[in-house]
T-cell receptor, first 113, second 112 residues
Framework: EPEVTQTPSHQVTQMGQEVILRCVPI?????FYWYRQILGQKVEFLVS????????KSEIFDDQFSVERPDGSNFTLKIRSTKLEDSAMYFC???????????FGQGTRLTVV | GESVGLHLPTLSVQEGDNSIINCAYS??????FIWYKQESGKGPQFIID?????DKRQGQRVTVLLNKTVKHLSLQIAATQPGDSAVYFC???????????FGTGTRLQVFP
């Protein structure tokens, strides 16, 4: 069964450092997303990406965040200068169309110290 | 990947009983709804979805009911099994967007 894969599963970084979270969406999907889940809270939308550009972003997704699809398979989330409050689980998701089933990866647990 | 949820509502059911998990959604413009299951250390897993032109949809052992009048969504799980133990999230998608807005989640505990 096709699945969304994310690496690493756990990333520890010092405050102020840049991190790149990586995702390989399902191969025939066209819509890509990043969500995050702070411990004990609900899953929050960060950004959606379609046709090589951001289609929507939330207030959380400020200029410290960026996304990229550098090749035909990877989808990355970069945080330029991490803050303590960026500590969370980050989930990548992909779907084949708008308002269709979104498949989620297993997540990357980011810990900023 | 779990929502530890110190304040997470919890539903405890006996194995074999039916479970009903409820969700109130916020946006009257939402036209697509999904239920996700999240097990400890894993990402959300799709269970079933429903569009706003329907009020009921059935899957294998699961049924989703949508009441647009009161903006209420429910997930019914028949013959609940220990493997159903997880946190369940409803999510809505407003009509002019493809993002998902997640609810706070309900923890389902199944005991023998």
């Amino acid at each position: 069964e096709p699945e969304v894969t994310q690496t690493p599963s756990h990333q520890v970084t010092q405050m102020g450092q840049e991190v790149i979270l990586r995702c390989v969406p399902i191969s025939n999907h066209l819509y890509f997303y990043w969500y995050r889940q702070i411990l004990g809270q609900k899953v929050e939308f960060l950004v959606s990406f379609y046709n090589n550009e951001i289609s929507e972003k939330s207030e959380i997704f400020d200029d410290q965040f960026s996304v990229e699809r550098p090749d035909g398979s990877n989808f990355t989330l970069k945080i330029r200068s991490t803050k303590l409050e960026d500590s969370a689980m980050y989930f990548c998701a992909s779907s084949s169309g708008e308002n269709t089933e979104a498949f989620f990866g297993q997540g990357t647990r980011l810990t900023v110290v | 990947g779990e929502s530890v949820g110190l304040h997470l509502p919890t539903l405890s059911v006996q194995e074999g009983d039916n479970s009903i998990i409820n969700c109130a959604y916020s946006n009257s413009a939402s036209d697509y709804f999904i239920w996700y299951k999240q097990e400890s250390g894993k990402g959300p897993q799709f269970i079933i979805d429903i569009r706003s032109n329907m009020d009921k949809r059935q899957g294998q052992r699961v049924t989703v009911l949508l009441n647009k009048t009161v903006k209420h969504l429910s997930l019914q799980i028949a013959a609940t099994q220990p493997g159903d133990s997880a946190v369940y999230f409803c999510a809505e998608s407003p009509g002019n967007t493809d993002k998902l807005i997640f609810g706070t989640g309900t923890r389902l505990q199944v005991f023998p």
